[in-house]
């Protein structure tokens, strides 16, 4: 059974400092996804990772995915308020895009001015 | 627009009272799915479907039923609902290929 952890699970940050978020799954998968939720909203699709090595970077943000340790890392750069949300990554364990999606527990992310 | 969309975003129940969350997407994607949301839990998947009349349970299946006659419409059946099932649920919907999926805007479900 595919196990997806990320830590931290909560987040509280100044503004203007750097943090990194951690997604660990459990089994062999070269597709990972970071998604934001706001407060009662929908999933948004931040990054799109597909392979060994690969590096997203939208602004402040910051994803990579290391398929060898079985890790992805969301890297937060001079945090501003607007960042405040909840950010689950999520793997496809089918290795197909079938939309069968493992995702993590998710980070509650609070940055303070 | 490309969307997914879902009906009702709020439904209050009583147990055992058969209903229907609606899922309808535009985008022609042949993949779509249903998660619920719990805290803590992050998403879980229910049910998932790679094409019409393909479905295969999720994660957490049971108490749940899904159809897909069309391929635009991915809806979910509760039979008999019970006050666990209270959760807020997500339909979404992606391509064959090298896409993300992308999420309807939840529905809010409350089971007494």
């Known amino acids: 059974e595919l196990k997806v952890e990320q830590n931290p699970l909560f987040l509280s940050m100044q503004e203007g400092k750097n943090y990194t978020i951690y997604c660990n799954y459990s089994?062999?998968?070269?597709?990972l996804y970071w998604y934001r939720q706001d407060p009662g909203k929908s999933l948004e699709s931040l990054f799109v990772?597909?392979?060994?090595?690969a590096v997203k970077q939208e602004g402040r943000l910051m994803a990579s995915l290391d398929t060898k340790a079985r890790l992805s890392t969301l890297h937060i750069t001079a945090a501003v308020h607007d960042l405040s949300a909840t950010y689950f990554c999520?793997?496809?364990?089918?290795?197909?895009?079938?939309?069968?999606?493992?995702f993590g527990q998710g980070t509650i992310l609070t940055v303070h001015p | 627009e490309a969307q997914v969309t879902q009906n009702p975003r709020y439904l209050i129940t009583v147990t055992g009272k058969k209903l229907t969350v609606t899922c309808s997407q535009n985008?022609?994607?042949?993949?779509m799915s249903w998660y619920r949301q719990d805290p803590g839990l992050g998403l879980r998947q229910i049910y998932y479907?790679?094409?019409?009349?393909?479905?295969d349970k999720g994660d957490v299946p049971e108490g749940y039923k899904v159809s897909r006659k069309e391929k635009r419409n991915f809806p979910l059946i509760l039979e008999s609902p019970s006050p666990n099932q209270t959760s807020l649920y997500f339909c979404?919907?992606?391509?064959?290929?090298?896409?993300?999926?992308?999420f309807g805007q939840g529905t809010r479900l409350t089971v007494v």
């Open positions: 979404a919907s992606s391509s064959q290929g090298v896409t993300e999926a992308f």
């Open positions: 089994t062999t998968s070269d597709r």
């Open positions: 990772l597909l392979s060994n090595g």
């Open positions: 999520a793997v496809d364990e089918s290795g197909t895009s079938y939309g069968k999606l493992t």
């Open positions: 985008m022609n994607h042949e993949y």
């Open positions: 479907s790679m094409n019409v009349e393909v479905t």
